[in-house]
């Protein structure tokens, strides 16, 4: 009796074991959206692409997070002007690519505020590519300093479609997730597709801002503010040239201007709540 007893409890104890043995191996396997990209991406040369399926790359674009600026809620501007800047191209799949280093999602939307059908993401890549080689070229140390917290911080890049409530345009934001455990750099669509205003010495630009002037600094002193990102910006026009911008915001000494005058309000350091 006694015995019988005793093999009941181990039995007992044996399915706890096995429990706990799963929830474990569960947590384990749990990736999340990022593991599953940095997966993808960590196998492919710098001009090859692979596939994401439609709902990784809404998580991954934090299509259901609310993501709230400084100053001014410029991502709001969409329901004012009655866009969906959700609205899904037919795909169901959105291509990503890692280059230099660098990981960047394909949007799986309509571009907006400027509207197109078309699935733009060659021409987004394209030039994200020739920007990046602009600042590997002129600021190396600089280049290699956003690959490093890049990697280390989990970072990526994704092309989205700002509305700006104040009728300017939001080039670009950096949005740290310290919870999860990585971040954004969100670039505009609206950037990308007008060549003709912005060269990709101006993409460039705000790429520095983002990640050299706001990434880099907040996981390096664990804060960021707009004076810091405009110097970075300023460097890299002095460096370059100011006359390679067609856009007269990035030479240097509009930069300088802008630094001295503190306009710092505006800035594009954004953060996320959790949805
Ligand atoms: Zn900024």
Redesign the pocket.
Same mark, same amino acid.
């Given at each position: 009796m006694k015995q019988a007893y005793h093999q009941k409890i181990m039995s007992y104890l044996y399915v706890i074991a096995i429990f706990f043995a799963t929830t474990h191996s569960y947590e384990a396997l749990a990736l999340d959206q990022i593991d599953i990209l940095n997966k993808k991406l960590s196998n492919l040369k710098n001009s090859d692409t692979t596939l994401l399926d439609r709902t990784s790359v809404r998580d991954l674009y934090l299509e259901n997070v609310h993501i709230k600026s400084h100053g001014v809620d410029f991502l709001n501007g969409c329901k004012a002007m009655k866009i969906n800047k959700h609205a899904l191209l037919s795909t169901n799949t959105s291509p990503a690519i890692r280059y230099k280093g660098i990981s960047i999602v394909g949007s799986p939307y309509y571009s907006a505020p400027i509207k197109t059908n078309k699935d733009n993401n060659t021409l987004y890549f394209k030039r994200l590519k020739s920007a990046l080689d602009i600042i590997e070229q002129h600021k190396p140390r600089s280049f290699a300093a956003i690959v490093k917290t890049m990697t280390q911080h989990r970072g990526y890049m994704i092309i989205d479609n700002f509305c700006p409530s104040s009728g300017g345009l939001a080039f670009a !934001? @950096?949005v740290p997730r310290t919870k999860q455990n990585n971040f954004v750099v969100m670039v505009s669509s609206t950037l990308l597709l007008l060549p003709d205003m912005f060269s990709d010495y101006d993409v460039a630009s705000q790429l520095v801002?983002?990640m050299e002037?706001?990434a880099v600094d907040f996981y390096g002193r664990g804060t %960021?503010d707009?004076a810091h !990102? @405009?110097t970075k910006q300023a460097q890299f026009a002095t460096a370059v040239g100011g006359d390679k911008f067609i856009d007269v915001n990035n030479r240097p000494t509009n930069l300088e201007m802008r630094i001295k005058m503190k306009l710092?309000s505006k800035? %594009?350091?954004v953060e996320s709540k959790q949805n």
């Open positions: !934001a @950096f801002h983002e002037g706001h %960021t707009e !990102a @405009f710092s800035g %594009t350091y």
